[in-house]
């Protein structure tokens, strides 16, 4: 059996949720399949040959509670991705090992509790380093960024601090989704949507309680923003988690024409808007499906244990 694992505040939030779960039950049976919460204290995690994270959307609020349970379901069955690559992903400070390893990167200076701000000129960004959907993120004037450190500081939280990249009004970022290969060894391209510049002004329109609202629309990445993600997927820093089935690679303009940055890898619970491609949550399913199957798992219906 294969579990879906959303939160109980994000399963009618998440526009991949359901549709994956009916191709899912189209290839394995409808048993074979369960939508369920990882902080549902019911849950039988033994009970499921694999758990996929799809929208665990309030884990930054609740990171310890969340690693807790990520490393006790580790015990129990098979996570996907894996623990190792949802420890790694969960903190944007991963930003710094890429930058490392030469991928460009928006320029990011994080602040943990108790360091100083930079002093910086011009519009930025400041938001937590652990973080989803731009929670707690704001755009903030030069004399703004120092007083919402100090509040991410307040909540024990690492602030980054990136300056504010003028073509995302116009542009928006591509986010590049990317599932397991058919060899299943690696990663291929699935297909790539444009999300709208979120933070255009300091008052941010939300979708529920957990993210901002977004603007989303199809379209074709380049060439640059292709091979800027293939580069990111394979850093060593990456490599270095384990296994990874499923991704996605935000990508934005930076200061040159033909620039590009890196924005984040998000390697845990990633939307992938398929109604902006909707053949594409049938290549996610039979992928998973394989991927699960080469490594000995049973998941026919009726059937919820290794084999």
Same mark, same amino acid.
């Given at each position: 059996m294969i579990g879906l694992v959303t939160a109980q505040v994000a399963a009618q939030l998440d526009p991949d949720l359901? !549709?994956?779960?009916? %191709?899912?039950?189209?290839?394995?049976?409808?048993?074979?399949?369960?939508?369920?919460a990882w902080d549902d204290q019911h849950v039988d $995690?033994? *009970?499921? %040959? %694999?758990?996929?994270?799809?929208?665990? $959307?309030?884990? !930054?609020?609740?990171?310890?509670?969340?690693?807790? $349970?990520?490393?006790?379901?580790?015990?129990?069955?098979?996570?996907?991705?894996?623990?190792e690559v949802l420890r790694w992903s969960a903190d944007?400070?991963?930003? +710094?090992?890429?930058?490392?390893?030469?991928?460009?990167?928006? !320029?990011?200076?994080?602040? +943990?509790?108790?360091e100083d701000p930079p002093n910086v000129n011009g519009l930025h960004v400041v938001k937590p380093s652990v973080g989803a959907g731009s929670s707690g993120a704001r755009r903030c004037e030069a004399s703004e960024v120092s007083a919402h450190v100090a509040l991410l500081h307040l909540d024990g939280r690492t602030a980054m601090v990136q300056p504010y990249l003028d073509l995302l009004d116009e542009r928006g970022e591509?986010?590049?989704?990317?599932? *397991?290969? *058919?060899?299943?060894?690696?990663?291929?391209?699935?297909?790539?949507?444009?999300?709208?510049a979120i933070l255009t002004s300091t008052e941010v329109e939300q979708t529920g309680d957990l993210f901002a609202k977004e603007d989303i629309s199809p379209r074709v990445p380049c060439d640059r923003e292709l091979a800027l993600a293939r580069r990111a997927l394979s850093a060593a820093s990456v490599r270095e988690q384990g296994e990874v089935m499923f991704a996605r690679v935000d990508?934005? !303009?930076?200061?040159?024409?033909? *620039?590009?940055?890196?924005?984040?890898?998000?390697?845990i619970e990633p939307s992938f808007y398929f109604d902006t491609e909707p053949s594409r949550v049938a290549l996610f399913a039979d992928r998973l499906i394989a991927w699960l199957e080469r490594r000995d798992l049973v998941l026919l219906d009726g059937v919820s244990n290794l084999s």
């Open positions: 359901y !549709p994956l779960e009916r %191709a899912l039950c189209d290839r394995i049976g409808g048993g074979a399949v369960a939508v369920v $995690w033994a *009970a499921f %040959a %694999a758990v996929v994270i799809r929208s665990t $959307w309030d884990y !930054p609020d609740r990171l310890d509670e969340f690693m807790r $349970w990520v490393q006790r379901v580790n015990e129990l069955t098979v996570l996907v991705n894996s623990a944007k400070r991963y930003l +710094a090992d890429l930058a490392g390893e030469g991928i460009p990167i928006t !320029p990011t200076v994080f602040v +943990a509790p108790g591509t986010a590049l989704c990317f599932v *397991a290969d *058919a060899s299943g060894e690696g990663l291929e391209f699935s297909h790539a949507f444009r999300k709208g990508v934005a !303009p930076g200061s040159g024409d033909d *620039a590009f940055v890196l924005m984040e890898l998000e390697l």
